[in-house]
């Protein structure tokens, strides 16, 4: 019926002691991102990308961090409500491609783990996701590593109902 791009985007600051949730993983690190949830930007750019290509609003509005329900949750949990919410109204992820700025921990070695570990949650093939990391060539809030951001495109597509 139709194709749809969504984009998506998500900011953290950076905290000593706490866990660094990235793409549905850990990674050692001794720092991490503070949040309502567990701050993971990856997961929460991809479900705005996922929720604004549907036309479904914004993580803010499905899971708002002024409930105690979301607290430390673990954003898989959220993702896989946003791609229940795709089907609900029969779209299907067609790709998504997204991009983690960090000066650090290096993140590359993670990214084959990530996308085996988003792929499982949304239940797409590995082949349609895309994660790079880049730094932000010690520049600004991400430079001084106060803080990681990432941004993601998603396309999905509308099939008719059964």
Do not use: W
């Not at 803010?60 to 919410?85: C, M, T, W, Y």
């Amino acid at each position: 019926m139709g194709f749809r791009i969504g984009y998506g985007f998500d900011v953290h600051a950076l905290q000593e002691g706490r866990p660094f949730v990235l793409g549905g993983i850990h990674i050692h690190s001794s720092f991490g991102p503070l949040g309502h949830s567990d701050a993971d930007v990856l997961i929460h750019a991809i479900c705005d990308a996922l929720l604004g290509a549907a036309a479904l609003g914004d993580i803010g509005k499905h899971f708002p961090d002024s409930s105690a329900e979301f607290k430390n949750i673990d954003s898989k949990i959220l993702l896989q409500r946003v791609v229940a919410l795709l089907k609900e109204k029969n779209y299907f992820i067609v790709n998504i491609d997204s991009t983690v700025i960090l000066e650090k921990p290096k993140i590359a070695p993670h990214i084959e783990a990530m996308r085996e570990c988003l792929a499982g949650v949304m239940k797409i093939s590995e082949d349609v996701i895309s994660i790079k990391a880049t730094t932000n060539e010690k520049m600004g809030f991400i430079g001084r590593q106060e803080g990681v951001s990432a941004h993601a495109v998603a396309l999905i597509e509308q099939v008719a109902a059964k």
